[in-house]
């Protein structure tokens, strides 16, 4: 079955810095989406691409859709504490309208 | 408006208990999802409906578990009888009746078998 990777598993930053997590899969998907996950809640979507090269930003949020559609990246800028959370990739394979692949997720703490 | 409603938001009974999950998906959404989240194997897809029809079963871990959507505004998800291993997060979430549509998460159930 398909797998995903996600690095780093967590990391340790102060306010204001800049974070970069990515996602590396070993088959192609159609569809990368990143969530993000506080705690005792659910995942909730930041962004979709649905394209190969797509670069798309929410607020200080940007992620990429890798062009050999094995990979995607999510680049936090500015880092804030309520930036804290489990961040999680997913990606969707052709063919497979409604099944996601998650990520095991990047645990981010901010240090204000 | 509200979002995906899940009950209990904590459950915790003896191994060989049966254990109910409960759902109610967003008003106007056609599909409805139950995942799993463990350390150990992070969120997994466990069953898909479709307009209350059971379209995907196969991340059912086994027989113990079984679930059911009798209206478009309910799901049940139970595990009979339960294990130690059941032990993890269920989520529901619901998405409009294209399922490539974003899905909404619920807040989940924390679910622990002694």
């Known amino acids: 079955g398909q797998q995903l990777n996600q690095s780093p598993q967590s990391m340790f930053i102060q306010e204001g810095e800049d974070v970069s997590m990515n996602c590396t899969s070993s088959s192609i998907f159609n569809t990368w989406l990143w969530y993000k996950q506080d705690p005792g809640e659910g995942p909730v979507l930041l962004i979709a691409?649905?394209?190969?090269?797509e670069l798309t930003s929410n607020g200080r949020l940007t992620a990429q859709f890798g062009i050999t559609r094995k990979d995607s990246f999510l680049n936090i800028s500015a880092s804030i504490p309520s930036d804290v959370g489990i961040y999680f990739c997913a990606g969707r394979a052709r063919g497979s309208n409604y099944k996601l692949t998650f990520g095991k997720g990047t645990l981010l703490t901010v240090n204000p | 408006d509200a979002g995906v409603i899940q009950s209990p938001r904590h459950e915790v009974t003896e191994m060989g208990q049966e254990v109910t999950l409960r759902c109610k998906p967003i008003s106007g959404h056609n599909s409805l999802f139950w995942y799993r989240q463990t350390m150990m194997r992070g969120l997994e897809l466990l069953i898909y409906f479709n307009n209350n029809v059971p379209i995907d079963d196969s991340g059912m871990p086994e027989d113990r578990f079984s679930a059911k959507m009798p209206n478009a505004s309910f799901s049940t998800l139970k595990i009979q009888p339960s294990e130690p291993r059941d032990s993890a997060v269920y989520f529901c979430?619901?998405?409009?009746?294209?399922?490539?549509?974003?899905?909404?998460f619920g807040p989940g159930t924390r679910l622990t078998v002694l």
């Open positions: 691409l649905y394209k190969a090269g």
């Open positions: 979430a619901s998405s409009l009746s294209d399922p490539e549509e974003e899905q909404f």
